[in-house]
């Protein structure tokens, strides 16, 4: 901070600042052609965000008369402070964020989603400072990203900045089926899985319902993916009859989410001791049936005959 006296005759004016808080000062003479001198105040302090709103009084005068003074109010930039969603929010839907610079109402507050600069950024100036809000889609792929807002050109050339890890209010929901690991063995007792794939965070509950019973089952530890997300799986072993039963597997996720997927089985009343998990039947139109047939004879008799011309030939030949 300088305080600067032009016009000034003679030069021993005496200095003074007004201030509440340690600094170093320093003072520079400049002699003009008119014989009159120019006189610099210089007040060097570390600047600090309580200092904001400090008033500042430079005085100058010589001993025995009235000082003439200048005043300035220190108007402070802060470094940028990031908010963002306060509960998790599921990929898909749009989320908004706020970024705030306490000080100066004309303060460039610029965004980055990872290394990428995003555009979008809504600017708001204040009395206190000036305001960002930005809003953008998640997506499952940013598990793993982060949402920066800065302030380019502060200070001499450094970035300060501001930060938010995605991970941190994304929610990713799972994908679930579920899929027979075996026949059943003498005791009509098969085994299913319950694949839980593709969510975020890893924090879920899972359970098996029969015929909407509870059955009591083992989740596997949960395994993370290359893209930050997890996947996890459950066995349960069931006993099959002649009748149909309904078998899901609920998967729980924060607030009580819930994610499931249900398939039919029983035991075939033609004895196959297969368990049945019915897929969709495959139909083979008879036309096509009846031209596969005719294609199969059209290239067996080619090939007859061709070999008998074979033979025919060699047998003139000897």
């Not at 006296?5 to 004016?13: E, T």
């Not at 003074?69 to 402070?76: K, P």
């Not at 989740?219 to 009859?241: C, M, Q």
């Not at 924060?254 to 297969?274: C, L, M, Q």
């Amino acid at each position: 901070m300088t305080c600067k006296l032009s016009g000034v005759y003679p030069k021993d004016i005496k200095v003074t600042w007004d201030k509440t808080f340690e600094s170093s000062q320093s003072q520079h003479l400049e002699e003009h052609e008119d014989g009159t001198f120019t006189v610099t105040s210089v007040l060097s302090f570390i600047v600090k965000e309580d200092m904001r709103g400090t008033r500042l009084t430079c005085q100058a005068g010589y001993e025995g008369l009235t000082p003439v003074s200048g005043a300035v109010t220190l108007g402070i930039r802060g470094p940028p402070s990031i908010k963002g969603p306060k509960k998790r929010v599921e990929t898909g839907q749009m989320v908004s964020f706020t970024c705030e610079s306490l000080g100066d109402q004309d303060t460039s507050i610029t965004w980055l989603k990872g290394e990428t600069t995003v555009s979008g950024g809504q600017k708001m100036s204040w009395s206190d400072g000036t305001r960002s809000e930005l809003k953008v889609t998640l997506y499952k792929n940013d598990v793993k990203s982060r949402i920066y807002c800065q302030i380019p050109g502060y200070r001499g050339g450094s970035v300060p900045s501001d930060a938010l890890n995605f991970s941190t209010f994304i929610l990713v929901i799972p994908e679930v089926t579920i899929q027979k690991t075996s026949v059943e063995d003498s005791h009509n007792s098969p085994s299913f899985y319950c694949k839980i794939s593709g969510f975020y965070p890893d924090d879920i509950k899972v359970m098996w319902l029969l015929e909407g019973q509870t059955l009591n089952s083992t989740l596997f530890n949960s395994i993370k993916n290359l893209d930050g997300t997890f996947r996890a799986f459950t066995l349960i072993d069931v006993i099959v009859t002649n009748e149909v039963k309904q078998l899901t597997c609920v998967v729980t996720q924060i607030g009580n989410r819930n994610v499931t997927h249900s398939v039919e089985f029983a035991k075939r009343s033609s004895g196959d001791e297969e368990n049945v998990v019915t897929p969709p039947a495959c139909h083979v139109p008879l036309w096509f049936i009846f031209i596969l047939v005719k294609v199969c004879l059209f290239v067996t008799i080619n090939a007859c005959f061709c070999l008998a011309v074979k033979r025919e030939i060699r047998r003139k030949r000897r």
